[in-house]
């Protein structure tokens, strides 16, 4: 299927590693010009050559932090009218929530609440004048089943979600869309440098961590960065215009609920 999307541009953030990697690529294969941005310029420089090679498209990289003023700014210099946008950062820390200051919330909450909003009201306006914009938000499937050791990702991602729903209904008329996807559990390094943790304070082998993981997800495994990749790559499609303010669940079957 064509998406349609050929020619266009987007900024993905965190866009070096993982899941916005996935997306970068994806997008890519589709005409997309990305640029991806992350903190660490070597690994920027490799995802870029990794892409240029996979799908001949233009990828430009921004070696910055998303999260801040000065990061925010550097990556919109570099692509100043985006048709897509994919917001994505690092979650924070778990932890029992007697134990976060104030500045740990503050923290949590500009990561993956405000930095969003912030990269959105930036670059809305354009897309509602150019009549094309897809905006996408990475947050994670704890927002649709909180988990307890995840207070500050539970907090600052249903923020932005609750913020989304608001706004997405009035941005649809202009073609512009704004959606969620929710990941579970994905074969990336920072689920594995987890399970690796968790070995390690459990007593137990790799495997056996990486095991006790795998029990809970219906389909057997975790999920791979390139289907991910694949339904960001739809959302932002012109065949999704008629899809804004929802919530993709994306975990292969682990969340139980009939909604």
């Known amino acids: 299927m064509d998406l349609g999307i050929r020619g266009r541009k987007a900024i993905v953030c965190a866009g070096s590693k993982g899941l916005g990697k996935g997306c970068a690529m994806a997008l890519a294969r589709e005409g997309v010009e990305v640029t991806i941005v992350a903190r660490t310029q070597a690994t920027l420089d490799q995802t870029a050559a990794e892409i240029r090679a996979a799908t001949g498209a233009k990828v430009n990289v921004v070696s910055a932090d998303i999260t801040t003023p000065a990061g925010r700014a550097a990556a919109l210099a570099a692509c100043p009218a985006p048709d897509i946008l994919v917001n994505n950062a690092g979650g924070p820390p778990p932890g029992d929530?007697?134990?976060?200051?104030?500045?740990?919330?503050?923290?949590?909450?500009?990561?993956?609440?405000?930095?969003?909003?912030?990269m959105i009201k930036a670059t809305l306006d354009g897309m509602i004048e150019r009549r094309f914009g897809r905006v996408v938000n990475i947050t994670s499937s704890a927002v649709k089943a909180p988990i307890d050791i995840l207070a500050l990702?539970?907090?600052?991602?249903?923020?932005?979600?609750?913020?989304?729903?608001?706004?997405?209904?009035?941005?649809?008329?202009?073609?512009?869309?704004?959606?969620?996807?929710?990941?579970?559990?994905?074969?990336?390094?920072?689920?594995?440098?987890?399970?690796?943790?968790?070995?390690q304070t459990?007593?137990?082998?790799?495997?056996?961590?990486?095991?006790?993981?795998?029990?809970?997800?219906?389909?057997?495994?975790?999920?791979?960065?390139?289907e991910f990749g694949a339904l960001c790559a739809y959302v932002c499609s012109a065949h999704a215009s008629f899809l804004t303010g929802?919530?993709?669940?994306?975990?292969g079957g682990s969340y139980p609920g009939t909604f």
């Open 97 to 118: 929530f007697r134990e976060f200051d104030r500045d740990t919330w503050i923290k949590a909450l500009d990561a993956n609440m405000l930095t969003p909003i912030e």
């Open 153 to 199: 990702s539970n907090g600052a991602r249903t923020g932005l979600t609750g913020f989304v729903a608001g706004l997405s209904r009035k941005t649809i008329v202009h073609n512009v869309t704004i959606n969620n996807l929710l990941p579970g559990l994905f074969e990336t390094e920072t689920m594995l440098s987890r399970v690796e943790a968790m070995a």
């Open 202 to 226: 459990s007593g137990i082998t790799f495997d056996e961590a990486r095991n006790s993981r795998l029990k809970n997800i219906p389909a057997g495994r975790f999920g791979s960065p390139d």
């Open 246 to 251: 929802q919530n993709f669940l994306i975990d």
